[in-house]
């Protein structure tokens, strides 16, 4: 049967990352071409793209610096003069240094919604109208399980993130008749990603203990990518945050 991804352009923004790079292969293996959208780590965009190229898929890779303003419209444009119209957005790419909430200053908290939030809604608005057009879109944020619970990175994370739930909650119910559907998928403590090697140095193996979790473990990025695909793929699914936390958070 054939995936409903065969021959879809699909933006991935933080594709240099282990989510980011993990959700680009599995949407490779689906069928579709990617664009792979990186800030300061080209040589592991590179090597995603080259997953993609081996898997039979176009790969084009475009630096990003999102907190730059207007840096997501920018990028929008340059994906579509280059690789054509964008069916698939994966808006991956997040930072969160970790801080107490009296150490957030105004810099920190800006450039965290920046990124987080501002930059999400740049790359929806200018791709938005071209998916309901054509009759056919899929949108992905990737938020965290800290817009559920507050998280253990700091308040400037916890609430970007949580507006990304809000975005997709007011744009799914306004686009989903038109063939698009717009979804959020909330990890925890993943392991092979930037941001978890910066809160837990020298302990970030898929097998280390981690008794705080259900499951006992850890998550892997693939396990990420697997529901990540299984949502974009469905279009019945819309205005729906689902956590891949191992059980931390029970809905």
């Known amino acids: 049967m054939a995936s409903p991804l065969d021959g879809r352009l699909a933006l991935v923004t933080g594709a240099s990352g282990g989510i980011g790079g993990a959700v680009a292969v599995a949407l490779a293996r689906a069928g579709a071409d990617l664009a792979l959208s990186y800030s300061g780590h080209r040589d592991d965009a590179e090597t995603v793209a080259a997953t993609v190229s081996g898997l ?12 730059a303003p207007g840096a997501a419209r920018d990028l929008a444009e340059r ?22 909430w009296q150490d957030v200053d105004d810099e920190t908290w ?44 700091g308040p400037h994370y916890a609430a970007s993130k949580a507006a990304l739930h809000g975005l ?11 063939g698009v559907t717009v979804n959020t998928i909330a990890p925890a403590l993943i392991t092979g990603t930037r941001m978890l090697s910066r809160m837990l140095p020298g302990d970030d193996s898929p097998g280390s203990p981690a008794p705080a ?13 697997d529901m ?20 931390i958070y029970p809905t």
Not at 83 to 97: E, H, K, Q, Y
Not at 168 to 178: E, P
């Open 56 to 67: 039979g898929r176009a790969a084009t890779t475009v630096q990003a610096d999102l907190a």
């Open 228 to 247: 990540a695909l299984a949502m974009l793929t469905n279009p019945y699914l819309t205005s729906k945050v689902i956590t891949v936390d191992g059980g």
């Open 110 to 153: 800006e450039r965290t919604f920046a990124v987080n939030v501002t930059a999400v809604w740049q790359l929806t608005r200018a791709l938005l109208p071209g998916m309901v057009e054509r009759g056919f879109g899929r949108i992905l944020f990737v938020s965290s399980i800290a817009a559920l619970n507050g998280g253990v990175v």
């Open 79 to 100: 994906v579509t003069a280059v690789a054509g119209p964008v069916d698939v957005l994966v808006a991956n790419a997040g930072v969160g240094a970790r801080l107490a």
């Open 168 to 178: 997709m909650h007011h744009l799914a119910q306004r686009v989903a008749g038109s």
């Open 213 to 225: 979790i259900p499951v006992g473990r850890r998550g892997r990025p693939e396990e990420i990518a």
